[in-house]
């Protein structure tokens, strides 16, 4: 099994080298990196040539919402530290002062490093707080105005809903599975997934259909070969202060789980044929019959004698 990291391995890398560099001493350099994350995310590194000791650190997302993340990105990172307007072409960038370096600057980094997943958990983080208040004012016998849900497209072809109640949160994603083969391998992989939750009975529940939840009854919900809907059912425990980070932390990066580990077992299914292959070829070259060879003796050559 193969665990992805939540944050982005080479933001951190870049910028860590960047502050070390700093610290010792040395003279800013120039700095342009971009890569690509999961979900078509990308990330841009880069300095202003007249001040090199200022880095942004910059995020492109589809499903960027600037009302529903603002607060709670400015509550990680500072809203001096954001830069209004970012980046051309980008949602987010976040300045690094190498002259002004925090003395817990490795948690700094790693913070920056989860541009993607704190976009990302302000949807949870709301509905997480919607749940709390829905349950006080149903023990209280109040009326609350029933909460929409947050729709989050964080692909072209893929949508995430989350809708809380008194008593729970509910995830929904769409997943495409194009290939035949990923269907069969998806199938099995969630089915282990309703095997786990018999074993752990906190563990949330985990549902899987090719048809639309009931509560997307009203919605834009895809339907389509290899269209799938994963449905889980966070409840307080998993929700409360405690255990909330954790939670979003694997849902963020569930979709890739799934289908990286599709992609992985697809693999190892193949080689594990070509090597089969291989063995049985190798049975059958030694299980081959030998051609037989003609052999010339004295008695069926022509002698031929000058006269």
């Known amino acids: 099994m193969i665990l992805l990291e939540v944050h982005n391995r080479i933001i951190q890398d ?16 120039s700095v342009l990196v971009i890569n690509a994350d999961f979900d078509g995310v990308t990330y841009k590194i880069n300095n202003q040539p007249d001040n090199k000791n200022k880095i942004h650190t910059s995020v492109a997302l589809r499903f960027f919402d600037k009302k529903e993340s603002e607060d709670h990105l400015e509550a990680v990172y500072g809203k001096e530290n954001l830069l209004d307007p970012p980046e051309e072409g980008y949602d987010v960038t976040v300045v690094l002062d190498l002259e002004n370096i925090p003395e817990d600057w490795e948690k700094r980094v790693k913070e920056i490093s989860m541009l993607k997943r704190h976009a990302f958990a302000a949807f949870f983080l709301r509905q997480f707080k919607l749940q709390e208040e829905l349950s006080i004012a149903e023990k209280e016998n109040k009326e609350l105005d029933t909460p929409k849900a947050s729709i989050v497209r964080y692909r072209d072809d893929e949508t995430m809903w989350i809708e809380a109640k008194s008593d729970r949160v509910t995830f929904v994603f769409s997943t495409v599975l194009k290939d035949d083969d990923d269907i069969v391998i998806g199938k099995v992989f969630l089915q282990e997934f309703k095997e786990g939750r018999r074993a752990n009975v906190t563990a949330p529940q985990v549902l899987f259909s090719w048809d639309p939840p009931a509560s997307l009854a009203d919605t834009d919900a895809r339907v389509g070969e290899g269209v799938g809907y994963i449905t889980f059912v966070l409840f307080p425990r998993h929700t409360q202060a405690s255990n909330g980070d954790n939670t979003i932390n694997l849902i963020h990066l569930f979709r890739n789980y799934l289908h990286y580990h599709i992609k992985c077992s ?12 291989a063995d049985f070829l190798k049975v059958l070259n030694r299980a081959k019959p030998e051609a037989p060879s003609k052999k010339s003796t004295i008695m069926n050559r022509k002698q031929i004698v000058n006269t």
């Open 14 to 29: 870049t910028l860590s080298v960047k502050i070390r560099n700093a610290l010792e001493g040395h003279s800013p350099s």
């Open 266 to 277: 697809k693999a190892y299914i193949h080689s594990r044929m070509r090597a089969k292959t």
